[in-house]
């Protein structure tokens, strides 16, 4: 079966500089959620988008944006990357129901030098 | 703040033997809960969920118990073997929204 696609799946990055994510959900998943999760630390939600808009917004930085396209795949900006930002980031998807399961990927590791 | 919690970060557990994994809550809105496996390297297995209007629920070889009236919730997992070693995490969702509140996760090490 389909899983949720994240690329890429491993990423260095200077200081400073900028980062882009990609998530591509479980076809005919129309919600994406974006989770960052740092060395030993639970995932943390950062946000969520269903049918194109954000639906929820949890701990993410300013510096961070995020969006989903027509096609429902997004995409996590990540500019003036700090020391802090280096951890798993993972991207889930959904049907949008109330108890709608979600299914991760297998994370993108940034690393930040 | 709402938080999800466990009380035990490592688990230590003999093949064959059945493993509990505790988790409470702290948030009386959530009405929604899900306990996932972490493997290395991997992102979260769902593996089995359960709203609030039950206090039990069974999947294959696991099993898990809700009690509303001290927000706990816990994952039994029968005759662990040793594809279970693995970081679990309960997690839990408000009707308010989707978002996952994960609590902190239990390593289980499973000794042959």
């Known amino acids: 079966a389909a899983g949720v696609i994240q690329s890429p799946r491993h990423l260095i990055k200077e200081k400073r500089e900028t980062a882009t994510l990609k998530c591509y959900p479980i076809?005919?998943?129309?919600?994406v959620y974006w989770y960052q999760q740092g060395p030993g630390q639970d995932p943390q939600f950062l946000i969520s988008?269903?049918?194109?808009?954000?639906?929820d917004k949890g701990s993410i930085p300013d510096r961070f944006s995020a969006q989903q396209f027509s096609d429902y795949h997004s995409e996590l900006n990540m500019s003036s990357l700090e020391l802090g930002d280096s951890a798993l980031y993972f991207c889930?998807?959904?049907?949008?129901?109330?108890?709608?399961?979600?299914?991760f990927g297998p994370g993108t590791r940034l690393t930040v030098l | 703040g709402e938080s999800v919690g466990l009380h035990l970060p490592t688990l230590s557990v003999q093949e064959g033997d059945n493993s509990i994994i505790n988790c409470a809550y702290s948030?009386?809105?959530?009405?929604?809960f899900i306990w996932y496996k972490q493997e290395s390297g991997k992102g979260p297995q769902f593996i089995i969920d359960?709203?609030?209007?039950?206090d039990k629920r069974q999947g294959q070889r696991v099993t898990v118990l809700l009690n509303k009236t001290v927000k706990h919730l816990s994952l039994q997992i029968a005759a662990t073997q040793p594809g279970d070693s693995a970081v679990y995490f309960c997690?839990?969702?408000?009707?308010?929204?989707?978002?996952?509140?994960f609590g902190g996760g239990t390593r289980v090490l499973v000794k042959p």
């Open positions: 948030n009386s809105a959530s009405d929604y």
């Open positions: 988008f269903y049918e194109k808009m954000q639906s």
């Open positions: 889930a998807s959904s049907l949008e129901v109330p108890t709608g399961e979600q299914f």
């Open positions: 076809p005919r998943h129309d919600t």
């Open positions: 997690a839990e969702k408000s009707a308010a929204g989707n978002k996952l509140t």
């Open positions: 359960i709203r609030s209007n039950m």
